[in-house]
Each structure stands twice: as C-alpha cells, then as structure tokens.
C-alpha cells in the first residue's frame, strides 16, 4: 500500500482509506460479520485511514465502526467530523464539545485523530448550505473567538482531539479561501 502525508500532521497514512459513510452502507446497514470482514481485509491490506461523521447513518457508522475495531484490537487513524445545525449556532463551543465527546463515546476511544468541519461557509448563515451537512456558516462562527476552531484548539489543549480541518468545497469560495488562508487547519477536504 503505498502511503501519503496527510496534510499539516506530519503524520503518513495510505493512499486508499476506508469510506464509512451511507454510500457504500457497510457501516450504516451491513451486518456485524461483514463489518468485521471488510475492515479486517482492508487492513490486511495495509489500509489505516478510516473516515466517518456522526451524521452517517445517525451515528451508527461511528457506533458500528469503534465496535468493529475494537473487535479486531485495531487502532487505525480515524477521521470523523462535526456538523453544525442553525440552532447550535447559540452556543457553538458547546455544541463543538458535545459534538466531539459523543464521537469519542460512540467511537470508544480517548481522543480523536482527526475532526473535520463538515459545514460551508459563506459571507451568511443559513438553515442548510448548497451541499453537505449542516447549517451555512460564516468565517466568523468558525474563526472568531467563541468559535469552531477557538473551540477544537481548547480540545486539543484537553487531549481530546489530535488534528482539525475543514471542508474546502461548497459555500462560497471567497469564504473558503478565508479559511485555508488562516493556516488553523490541519487538512482540508477537496472536491476530487
């Protein structure tokens, strides 16, 4: 399996990561035995990039894939992200916390690897960006002081998360380039 850096962490992880998303279903709908099978082949093969979101089945791809790892005695690098609902918007480093304590909980770990902004971001909120999870964000709710990021760095403080990024694609892009210039963000998800 050949291996990529994996953007700001200094970490190297495979070039080919397991997906657990709704797509596929295996996290969402398969059955424990074939959980248990695809994960264990994908490491054996030398995959140990693991991405999901608690918004993935509500939550049963965390829940599913932190048992199946568990399972296997397996400690891959997992990424999984936080997505934000107009309404959280009141109190986001609270929402950020909940967010991030109900993955570690689901997932049955101590710390997360990797969380990642699953928002856009525009100039305006909204109830629901172009694409993707959650509410449209502003620069200001993910960079100001009581913000997402302010929020993540904290965590990170606490030992509750290794590395943070965002999404890069959707929202607007002025926005987004705002984002990626702070130079706060770990990774960035692209549109490939």
Same mark, same amino acid.
């Given at each position: 399996?050949?291996?990529?850096?994996?953007?700001?962490?200094?970490?190297?992880?495979?070039?080919?990561?397991?997906?657990?998303?709704?797509?596929?279903?295996?996290?969402?709908?398969?059955?424990?035995?074939?959980?248990?099978?695809?994960?264990?082949?994908?490491?054996?093969?030398?995959?140990?990039?693991?991405?999901?979101?608690?918004?993935?089945?509500?939550?049963?791809?965390?829940?599913?894939?932190?048992?199946?790892?568990?399972? &296997?005695? =397996?400690?891959?690098? *997992?990424? $999984?992200?936080?997505? %934000?609902?107009?309404?959280? #918007?009141?109190?986001?480093? !609270?929402?950020?916390?909940?967010?991030?304590?109900?993955?570690?909980?689901?997932?049955?770990?101590?710390?997360?690897?990797?969380?990642?902004?699953?928002?856009?971001?525009?100039?305006?909120?909204?109830?629901?960006?172009?694409?993707?999870?959650?509410?449209?964000?502003?620069?200001?709710?993910? &960079?100001? =002081?009581?913000?997402? *990021?302010? $929020?993540?760095?904290? %965590?990170?403080?606490?030992? #509750?998360?290794?590395?943070? !990024?965002?999404?890069?694609?959707?929202?607007?892009?002025?926005?987004?380039?705002?984002?990626?210039?702070?130079?706060?963000?770990?990774?960035?998800?692209?549109?490939?």
């Amino acid at each position: 399996m050949k291996r990529r850096p994996l953007g700001r962490t200094g970490l190297s992880v495979s070039e080919i990561g397991l997906g657990c998303g709704p797509t596929a279903g295996l996290m969402v709908r398969g059955d424990e035995k074939a959980r248990r099978d695809a994960v264990a082949r994908a490491l054996e093969l030398g995959i140990d990039y693991f991405d999901t979101a608690p918004a993935y089945g509500d939550t049963l791809s965390e829940q599913h894939l932190g048992a199946t790892l568990r399972a &296997l005695g =397996a400690k891959p690098f *997992v990424a $999984t992200k936080i997505a %934000l609902e107009l309404t959280d #918007l009141a109190d986001i480093p !609270g929402a950020v916390t909940r967010s991030v304590e109900g993955s570690i909980a689901r997932l049955g770990v101590k710390r997360l690897d990797l969380v990642q902004l699953h928002n856009r971001v525009a100039t305006a909120r909204a109830v629901k960006a172009d694409i993707g999870t959650g509410a449209m964000l502003t620069v200001d709710d993910v &960079l100001a =002081a009581d913000g997402v *990021v302010p $929020t993540l760095e904290r %965590l990170r403080a606490k030992g #509750l998360v290794a590395y943070f !990024g965002c999404c890069a694609y959707g929202g607007e892009p002025a926005s987004v380039a705002r984002l990626i210039d702070s130079g706060l963000f770990a990774t960035i998800l692209l549109h490939y």
